[in-house]
């Protein structure tokens, strides 16, 4: 190993660690701190329902307030998380948090959070969640649980026991990213999934390229037809919005409606309502 003296950082040659091992352990540590020392942030993204105009609740989107890297993306650390027992530490932080916040809102509002597939599959995440909806006396209709298609693709029987047990408490699921995966349909059909997400990969054209509108409408007939809420994600302007709307989609979050957000804590409810209150009032006026 020879020491880089310009970058600090360790070169590791002959099968050792490689530069990026390097760097993913690195995370991973800084990651552990970060939990300790309360580096991590929920920020929350309006969801607007297209056709009454009303804000339907927020899907809560991790953030690390880095000490020296400032605030970070959940792109720039969750891979890190993904690859050890730090998943499971992170996605009860997640819920416990997203949980407690959601329950200080006002009642018609619903919470959407992130699931790892790996957190998911191991032993006491149906306890966890039991936990985090007593703890924090948020009805369980209120908590809608997001899973991506790979999670659904490698649905083991574990997560399938989990699945139906937090479902049959009253905990709804998402398939997030839905399109984007090879297993939408099996996973529509195995799992008791109650909205689906249509990517944003495919929302960004609907205007203007035909293929990708010819999609869209495909996801929302084969979301219709199986009788799920269907959410469209990542709208950034009105002509989208209007588009959807149009073919019948009857959910939707994006730029256009609101960026994620960092909402006062629980302690601070009247302050709450009122960043509640403005985002509805904003999403309101942009559907005017
Ligand atoms: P996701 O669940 O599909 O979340 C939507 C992502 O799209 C978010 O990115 C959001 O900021 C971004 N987005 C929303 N509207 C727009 C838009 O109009 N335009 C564009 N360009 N982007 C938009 P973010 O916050 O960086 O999160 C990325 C992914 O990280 C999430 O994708 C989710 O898979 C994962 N993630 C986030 N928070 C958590 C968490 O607490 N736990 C777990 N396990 N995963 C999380
Ligand atoms: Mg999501
Ligand atoms: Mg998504
Ligand atoms: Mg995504």
Redesign the pocket.
């Known amino acids: 190993a020879k020491r880089d003296g310009s970058q600090g950082r360790i070169e590791v040659h002959d099968g050792g660690l490689t530069e990026d091992e390097v760097d993913l352990l690195q995370l991973e540590t800084d990651l552990r701190r970060a939990l300790e020392e309360d580096e991590l942030r929920?920020?929350y993204?309006p969801i607007v329902s297209l056709s009454d105009e009303t804000l339907l609740g927020y899907?809560?989107?991790?953030?690390w307030q880095h000490p020296t890297r400032g605030l970070l993306?959940?792109?720039a650390f969750?891979d890190a998380a993904e690859n050890n027992r730090l998943t499971s530490k992170?996605?009860a932080w997640?819920l416990r948090r997203a949980c407690t916040d959601a329950a200080g809102w006002p009642a018609g509002l619903r919470v959407h959070?992130?699931?790892?597939a790996r957190?998911l599959a191991e032993e006491g995440f149906t306890r966890l969640v039991a936990d985090a909806l007593d703890e924090s006396g948020l009805p369980p209709e209120r908590l809608e649980l997001?899973i991506?298609e790979s999670t659904a693709l490698f649905a083991a029987e574990a997560t399938l026991q989990a699945v139906q047990e937090v479902t049959e408490r009253g905990v709804t699921l998402a398939l997030?990213?839905f399109g984007t995966g090879y297993s939408a349909i099996t996973a529509l059909h195995r799992l008791p999934i109650h909205t689906v997400?249509i990517?944003?990969s495919f929302v960004a054209g609907v205007v203007r390229e035909p293929s990708s509108a010819a999609l869209v409408q495909g996801l929302l007939q084969l979301g219709q037809g199986m009788g799920l809420q269907v959410i469209a994600?990542?709208?950034?302007d009105l002509d989208q919005a209007e588009w959807l709307r149009r073919h019948g989609c009857a959910m939707a979050?994006?730029?256009?409606f609101g960026?994620?957000a960092p909402l006062p804590s629980r302690a601070d409810t009247t302050s709450a309502e009122v960043i509640v209150g403005k985002a509805a009032e904003e999403a309101a006026a942009v559907l005017e």
């Open positions: 929920l920020f993204q899907e809560a989107l991790i953030r993306p959940p792109g969750l992170l996605g997640v959070v992130n699931v790892s957190h997001e991506t997030d990213d997400k990517d944003r994600e990542g709208i950034e979050q994006g730029y256009a960026r994620p």
